[in-house]
Structures are given as structure tokens and as C-alpha cells.
């Protein structure tokens, strides 16, 4: 697996205007919390200095979710900057893989040791309908979507499941 950066979580601030004292490195984030996760802003973990505002609020447009586990801290999906230095990054337990051309695409080639009861919870939640890893994860108490994501492609992999096409990409369903 390919390790870019670790995420570090520096604190938990109620306004986005007091993040900026906190992001010194890139992987440096802080939490904007106020009656629930607001905002991620991390310190971009390409080393560009600029600084990534992650919505994780639905009520205000397209969110990301945030989970947080003994594991670490993860984010889904995948977080793209269509401006400026345009990185592409997933974060994982604590870890930012850097995707994409310049960067390769093995951010999860290692197989964790609980994988095989995982393996067993997703066969079950796989039906004949199309579902997002979200979907799937939403139905496992304690998973998280890239998990999933690792799952599902094994299972396609051992002939279990199906991997939608196109728009469907990371949809799975029973094979
Ligand atoms: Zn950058």
C-alpha cells in the first residue's frame, strides 16, 4: 500500500475561522463541529499549502461522510481539488493516499486480517439490486466504505459479485 501522508487531526473548533491556526503541515486538519461535524479543513496533502474545506453537512450541498473509529479517521469518497495544485486523495485510518496519474492506484492492495468476516456480512447484504458501498456499509455496524469498496472487488474477483459498469462503478450486487 502506498502511504502519502497521515492525517492529524489537531482539533475540534465550533468556526471555520479559527482552523487556519492549526494547519502548520500538509495532513494537518481540524474538525468544525457545532451540534455535529460541519467541516473538515486539512492542510492540502500535496505540500501546495493550500487549505481543503470538506463539507460533511448535507444540509448545505453535496457532503462527504466522516467516520471515526479506534481504526482512525476516514472520509467518503474520495476528495478532489478541481483547482490549483488538482490532487485526488482518499483518507483512510488516518491515512492520505494520493491517487491518480502521478501516483498510481494501489491504495488498497494490503488484505487486513478481519477481512474474511467482512467478507462474510457484505455476501449476505449483497442482493440482485445494484447498492453504493455507502449502502452497504450503512447495513454493517462498525464499516466503513472503503472497506467495502476492498471487499466487494475481491468478491467480483472470486466470482461472488458483480461490479456495475459506467455511472454503476462502486455499485455491487450478488453475481
Ligand atoms: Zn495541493
Known amino acids: 500500500m502506498m502511504t502519502d501522508r497521515t492525517l492529524t487531526i489537531r482539533a475540534r473548533v465550533n468556526s471555520r475561522a479559527n482552523a487556519s491556526a492549526y494547519l502548520k503541515r500538509p495532513g494537518d486538519a481540524v474538525i468544525v463541529d457545532r ?7 486539512l492542510s ?9 474545506p470538506v463539507n460533511l453537512d448535507r444540509r448545505a450541498g453535496p457532503a462527504w461522510r466522516l467516520y471515526e473509529s479506534p481504526k482512525g479517521t476516514s472520509v467518503y469518497p474520495s ?11 482518499i483518507i483512510w485510518r488516518d491515512n492520505i ?3 491518480g496519474a502521478r501516483y498510481g492506484e494501489s491504495w488498497a492492495d494490503e488484505v487486513e486480517e478481519d477481512e474474511d468476516d467482512l467478507l462474510q456480512r457484505v455476501l449476505e447484504v449483497l442482493s440482485d439490486r445494484d447498492q453504493s458501498a455507502e ?5 454493517i455496524p462498525g464499516s466503513e466504505p472503503w472497506d467495502i469498496l476492498h471487499v466487494c472487488r475481491r468478491l467480483c474477483l472470486l466470482g461472488k459479485a458483480l461490479e456495475g459498469r459506467q455511472h454503476a ?5 450478488r453475481s
Open 79 to 89: 476528495v478532489w481539488r478541481d483547482t490549483d495544485c488538482e490532487s485526488h486523495f
Open 44 to 52: 492540502c496533502p500535496c505540500g501546495c499549502g493550500s487549505e481543503v
Open 97 to 99: 493516499h494520493m491517487i
Open 135 to 139: 449502502e452497504i456499509s450503512d447495513q
Open 169 to 173: 462503478r462502486g455499485h455491487f450486487r
Open 35 to 41: 451540534q455535529g461535524p460541519r467541516w473538515l479543513v
